[in-house]
């Protein structure tokens, strides 16, 4: 018999498909495991925005990992309340994340359009904080492209979501 903790386990073993470096364990889509005392295994997922186009793929990795694991079947729920927020992050995430070139999320929402402050994002390659956001959107609409002003490097940031 499994046991939930091989269950999340094995979960960190599922990448996801738009920053493939991290799992879904990492950002903190996973919400639950549960074993019934039946056997069923009930997994809980919730999406870090409605609507995400990658849910779909992150259900069937799931399934897959499991089934290569002997482990089936797995129920898949998806609850989206409350909603997914970046302090649902690992630590190892965004650690993961700065490694790979993508900023991690800093600790406050971009909330620059209502008190006239930009949110200070560090450069990912050598940390510096004069950096200046080019686009409110990267290359998933979780991301906005910014340029270092000491290295010149563009980088990816993680936007925080609250």
């Not at 990992?65 to 965004?94: F, H, Q």
């Not at 790979?100 to 929402?109: L, Q, R, T």
């Not at 006239?116 to 990267?138: A, D, I, Y």
Request: glycine letters at 4%.
């Amino acid at each position: 018999m499994v046991t939930e903790k091989q269950l999340w386990e094995l979960l960190e073993n599922v990448s996801d498909p738009e920053v493939p470096v991290l799992t879904i364990v990492d950002l903190g889509i996973v919400r639950k495991v549960e074993i019934s005392p039946k056997g069923q295994i009930e997994i809980t997922i919730t999406p870090t925005y409605s609507g995400c186009p990658a849910m779909n793929y992150i259900e069937k990795s799931i399934h897959q990992c499991m089934e290569e694991n002997s482990i089936a079947p797995v129920l898949i729920k998806t609850e989206l309340s409350p909603a997914w927020t970046t302090d649902w992050m690992s630590e190892n995430g965004r650690k993961k994340l700065k490694e790979y070139g993508i900023a991690p999320p800093v600790d406050e929402p971009d909330k620059h359009v209502l008190f006239g402050r930009k949110p200070t994002v560090p450069c990912p390659r050598c940390n510096s904080e004069h950096t200046k956001m080019l686009s409110q959107f990267g290359s998933t609409s979780c991301k906005a492209l910014f340029q270092c002003q000491e290295c010149q490097e563009p980088f990816e940031y993680f936007k925080c979501l609250k």
